[in-house]
């Protein structure tokens, strides 16, 4: 995977990078440390700069960042809940009031939550679809996306250009970062489900006394 990244940005540039980045928020699992990094360090043997990078690495997130997003939209708020209102729904002990519930709350806190997911591994990229499920106003959204990539991309891909060809030396301290956020997240999901189950148990009691 890593020498075909390499391979793509040498033959094409600042296109690759608009491309790999693209694609790497459609499908998460593609490292965008590599592609800015190594973009980085493109940076101090071609006649590519620093700056140009960085804006077509960011316009290659905000445009896979945008596919995510009606991809959320089409999935809306109104077909989950006629998922919910199925089997799928009794088996997880959902209602539609708990949909509601949910996008009320990323009603509030969706702008600061896709801004700072665009630090997470992963959710970086996956934060997009809630965020259209939600409807959130488009130009909000491509406000705190552009604004969290930029930032990301900028970092990475300077870091790139001042390590030069020991670029690849601080993959494995983002690749700890990365295992310690994603274990991290799924502590606090299982935490969230347990207090979600709980709460909802106790309501339960609560009306059937």
Not at 27 to 40: C, N
Not at 91 to 99: A, G, H, M, T
Not at 111 to 125: L, W
Request: proline share 3%; aromatic share 12%; hydrophobic share 50%.
């Amino acid at each position: 995977m890593q020498d075909l990244i390499i391979t793509i940005m040498n033959d094409f540039g600042y296109l690759g990078v608009f491309l790999l980045i693209t694609i790497e928020n459609v499908f998460p699992p593609i490292p965008s440390e590599v592609i800015l990094l190594f973009g980085g360090f493109m940076t101090t043997y071609t006649k590519l700069n620093i700056v140009l990078m960085t804006i077509a690495a960011t316009i290659g997130s905000v445009f896979g960042a945008i596919i995510l997003y009606y991809i959320g939209k089409i999935f809306n708020k109104e077909r989950l809940k006629k998922i919910i209102s199925g089997k799928i729904g009794k088996i997880l002990r959902l209602k539609n009031s708990d949909i509601d519930k949910a996008d009320e709350w990323f009603d509030t806190k969706g702008q600061k939550t896709v801004f700072i997911c665009r630090f997470i591994p992963i959710v970086r990229s996956l934060i997009s679809i809630p965020a259209g499920m939600s409807e959130m106003p488009m130009l909000k959204f491509l406000i705190y996306t552009t604004l969290g990539s930029l930032i990301w991309n900028t970092v990475l891909i300077i870091a790139g250009s001042i390590l030069g060809a020991n670029w690849e030396s601080i993959l494995t301290i983002l690749d700890t970062y990365s295992h310690a956020v994603l274990i991290l997240l799924i502590i606090i999901f299982v935490v969230f489900v347990y207090w979600f189950y709980r709460n909802k148990n106790k309501k339960s009691r609560k009306k059937a006394n």
